[in-house]
């Protein structure tokens, strides 16, 4: 599927901050997603990536399928509340979709601080009921949950799930990313959950280290730092992992997957805020 095209809006609107010259690893994300919000500098980055590991996009795809058992098995669980931080854009099978069907009444807040990202989530989003796109700074938790657009859509004394899929991995400071993750968990209600996958370079399987070079080396405006375990397992601190604990994404709860699954170069973890 081709992309937008960077001399015409096409009807997005989008924000006069949107820098069209520089690949962006939501627009990136999109393309390998098959999706149309994305320019060629975009396409250029994804092509480039994948000559270094082939599967990057089936690797985009097996942390798609995570969202959508991590957020059926929170809708299992009773929760009718999540906020997808680091979204990008919502496109068949997110998070609104998987959640409504297991309860019409479910509530979904996406955030992501991406201009195109967010004018064509607002695009997509027009007229769905109980969900809603919030351009924000998820490294600022205080802001993302005391914004008029979340405390209009979530209530924050019940259990809500805060997805954070693949979007941790841009941030160089670990020390840092724990305290931003805490300070989500501080502002939730006990029952909520807090979902976690992260690029690394623990799978052998997969070219993650390639991967990071070929953006570290790119001209795109973040940067990716894979983890460790270990680094990942600290990102749950104060809360209780669910079974089985920290997986590679194609094995968490891969008894739910339907065919066969790809190496992902992922780790993933769903965890409960304790009472």
């Excluded at 992309?3 to 069209?20: I, K, N, Q, R």
């Excluded at 160089?172 to 501080?186: K, M």
Aim: aromatic share 6%.
């Amino acid at each position: 599927m081709t992309g937008l095209d960077e001399s015409h809006d096409h009807g997005y609107g989008f924000p006069g901050d949107t820098d069209v010259g520089l690949p962006n690893p939501a627009r990136v994300y999109d393309y390998w997603l098959g999706g149309s919000a994305n320019f060629a500098v975009d396409r250029e980055l994804g092509d480039h990536i994948a000559e270094s590991e082939p599967r990057i996009a089936s690797m985009a795809r097996e942390n798609r399928s995570l969202l959508r058992r991590m957020v059926a098995h929170c809708c299992r669980q009773g929760v009718d509340q999540f906020l997808d931080l680091g979204s990008g854009v919502p496109t068949i099978g997110n998070v609104h979709e998987i959640a409504h069907r297991h309860d019409p009444d479910s509530r979904v807040v996406y955030v992501d601080n991406e201009p195109v990202a967010v004018s064509h989530s607002e695009l997509l989003l027009e007229g769905v009921d109980k969900v809603t796109i919030l351009r924000g700074d998820l490294n600022d938790p205080a802001e993302v949950l005391n914004s008029p657009v979340t405390r209009g859509m979530l209530d924050l004394n019940r259990p809500v799930a805060v997805l954070l899929l693949c979007v941790l991995q841009y941030f160089p400071d670990t020390d840092r990313l724990r305290d931003t993750v805490a300070r989500y968990r501080a502002g939730l209600a006990p029952g909520s959950y807090i979902a976690i996958s992260h690029l690394t370079t623990d799978d052998g399987a997969v070219n993650t280290s390639g991967v990071a070079e070929r953006i570290q080396h790119s001209r795109a405006n973040h940067q990716a730092y894979p983890r460790g375990y270990e680094d990942v397992l600290s990102l749950f601190e104060g809360t209780r992992l669910v079974e089985p604990g920290i997986r590679y994404a194609q094995d968490w709860h891969h008894g739910e997957i339907a065919g066969p699954t790809e190496p992902s170069g992922i780790y993933a973890g769903l965890a409960r805020v304790p009472e």
